[in-house]
């Protein structure tokens, strides 16, 4: 199979639905990509408040009635990490923990804003302590970003929060560690190996545009403002997807020429129904990148999308 085969099946199978990767045409891809179902859950919120544990339940069956193979857990595990005291995001966490565990899947989680612990100080000064240390101590993992290799693609999996203070008080950024790294790793990766780049803040949302240039929040509250770094590196990689969350808005764009699909929330409007008109739910996504191969080995592929809305309680 090569890169243009692939890309002749993404259209021939979801034309209507994903712009294809400009950057995998021509290119031959590996010969063990598998087919992958990915789950991607995002935004979860988790409270005490509005039936939420209920709601997080029911999402939990759902997804483990689909068997993905993999779950990306797209950020904002907790509510109200920016505002909230600690205590109060210590329970949420705990709630959160009942949720993640009932999920029979592997997961592998972003950090979000909202999972950040106590990150301010009483003036609204960036805090002098770490904030993240919740999130890397529930997760058993050392750093907020990482990449992994599974069924043939590279994972790469950002930070993409950087605590500013103030009145608005972080903004989507890739810091200068993480550039740092990423070169590193690109160095370690085959150029070949399609990449999934996940971020919690989108390299590219219509939130933005649905407000005009004079109304809504700061540039910086709703996508990552210095992106076009981590593309400028990436650009001669197949990057065959980004998954973003954030905006609990399901959306699917195109940036560049590489699809980008922004998931709707867990907790829709933070559990107070829909979010405009994303349900709170999650998003299925199917990659098929060799659904057949004869004598002469040809193969099409696809990638399928969809959002699945939680069921409503029965009580
Ligand atoms: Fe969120």
Redesign the pocket.
């Known amino acids: 199979m090569n890169r243009r085969e692939f890309i002749a099946g993404l259209g021939a199978f979801f034309a209507s639905q994903l712009i294809l990767p400009k950057v995998l045409a021509g290119v031959v891809l590996p010969k063990d990509l598998r087919p992958l179902r990915l789950g991607f859950l995002t935004?979860c919120?988790a409270m005490a408040e509005h039936d939420a544990p209920g709601a997080l339940a029911r999402t939990a069956d759902l997804m483990n009635s689909l068997k993905p193979d993999l779950i990306i857990g797209g950020g904002?595990f907790v509510h109200g990490g920016f505002y909230d005291p600690g205590k109060t995001i210590d329970r949420r966490w705990l709630i959160a923990d009942r949720f993640l565990r009932s999920l029979r899947q592997r997961m592998e989680p972003l950090i979000?804003n909202?999972d950040f612990y106590e990150p301010l100080q009483r003036d609204g000064t960036p805090s002098p302590h770490d904030p993240r240390w919740r999130w890397r101590r529930y997760f058993g993992l050392e750093r907020t970003y990482r990449s992994f290799s599974f069924r043939g693609y590279r994972f790469l999996m950002l930070d993409s929060v950087k605590v500013v203070g103030g009145a608005s008080p972080y903004r989507g950024w890739i810091d200068a560690a993480q550039l740092l790294w990423l070169d590193r790793e690109l160095a370690t990766i085959p150029v070949d190996q399609p990449i999934i780049l996940c971020t919690h803040i989108p390299f590219r949302t219509s939130v933005m545009e649905n407000f005009g240039s004079m109304m809504g929040p700061a540039p910086g509250r709703v996508r990552v403002l210095n992106s076009h770094a981590v593309l400028e590196k990436l650009k001669n990689r197949p990057l065959a997807l980004i998954l973003q969350?954030?905006v609990?808005t399901n959306e699917r764009l195109d940036l560049a020429g590489i699809p980008c699909i922004t998931g709707g929330?867990v907790c829709g409007k933070w559990w107070r129904g829909p979010n405009g008109t994303t349900a709170p739910g999650f998003g299925l996504i199917e990659i098929h990148p060799a659904a057949s191969s004869g004598p002469s080995n040809s193969s099409v592929g696809g990638v399928g999308w969809s959002y699945l809305e939680t069921p409503a309680s029965v009580s």
């Open positions: 935004d919120h904002d979000g909202h969350g954030h609990h929330a």
